[in-house]
């Protein structure tokens, strides 16, 4: 079992709905959880961390399901520009970020 | 402030040829990490240094050498490249694991 899963996707969705994208893990140690977005042939960049309360930023809310070992991201009125791959990132027992393989999102007007 | 910087951005070898991917960042952080990207596989790491004159193996350091030069350089070395190892490169660093991690832009390596 991968350390941390994704549903590849790709997620098609219309300008302006509601996307919800989970990711699973499997260490229960785990300790924190990240959100990056990644734009084609371009570097991984930070969208938001995860916190055991959730958390909002505009239009994207995290949560995170300990009990369940699982970590959402909603985002909310998509605009074209929201087209990337979102990737779910842990940080393991051994100080290192472990990475999902991305969900792919494609936002079309 | 350049962040994280990465030379070459596309390099073709052929098997057998060798070369090194240099990384530096001036955002004076501990951390340092190599990684490579393949469709479907995600990010895996190569190698860490989680401070200077430290480097330790990460998921897929095979075929790979890494040097941490200073605090500010951690290069990534192919001595015989091999089609296996085509593949997008990416460099970060980190100052805490808590924190956020900044990646380079990446190198394309196609070996042929």
């Known amino acids: 079992r991968k350390e941390v899963e994704q549903d590849p996707g790709p997620f098609n969705v219309p300008e302006g709905a509601t996307v919800a994208f989970n990711c699973t893990y499997s260490?229960?140690?785990?300790?924190?959880f990240f959100w990056y977005r990644q734009d084609c042939r371009k570097e991984p960049k930070l969208l938001m961390s995860?916190?055991?309360s959730g958390n909002e930023d505009g239009r994207f809310t995290a949560q995170l399901n300990r009990a369940s070992q699982y970590i959402s991201l909603l985002i909310r009125d998509s605009k074209l520009s929201d087209s990337a791959t979102y990737l779910c990132?842990?940080?393991?027992?051994?100080?290192?970020?472990?990475f999902g393989t991305g969900t792919r999102l494609q936002v079309f007007p | 402030n350049a962040g994280v910087t990465q030379t070459p951005k596309f390099q073709v070898l052929k098997t057998g040829q060798s070369m090194t991917l240099q990384c530096a960042q001036d955002?004076?952080?501990?951390?340092m990490y190599w990684y490579r990207q393949d469709p479907g596989m995600g990010l895996r790491l190569i190698y860490y240094?989680?401070?200077?004159?430290?480097?330790d193996k990460g998921e897929v350091p095979n075929g790979y050498n890494v040097s941490r030069l200073n605090k500010r350089e951690f290069s990534l070395r192919l001595e015989s490249a091999a089609p296996s190892q085509t593949s997008v490169y990416f460099c970060?660093?980190?100052?805490?694991?808590?924190?956020?991690?900044?990646f380079g832009p990446g190198t394309r390596l196609l070996v042929l």
């Open positions: 990132v842990v940080l393991g027992n051994t100080d290192k970020l472990i």
């Open positions: 260490n229960s140690a785990s300790q924190s």
């Open positions: 995860v916190y055991s």
């Open positions: 955002m004076n952080h501990n951390s």
């Open positions: 240094s989680a401070s200077e004159g430290t480097t």
């Open positions: 970060a660093s980190i100052r805490t694991s808590y924190e956020t991690q900044y």
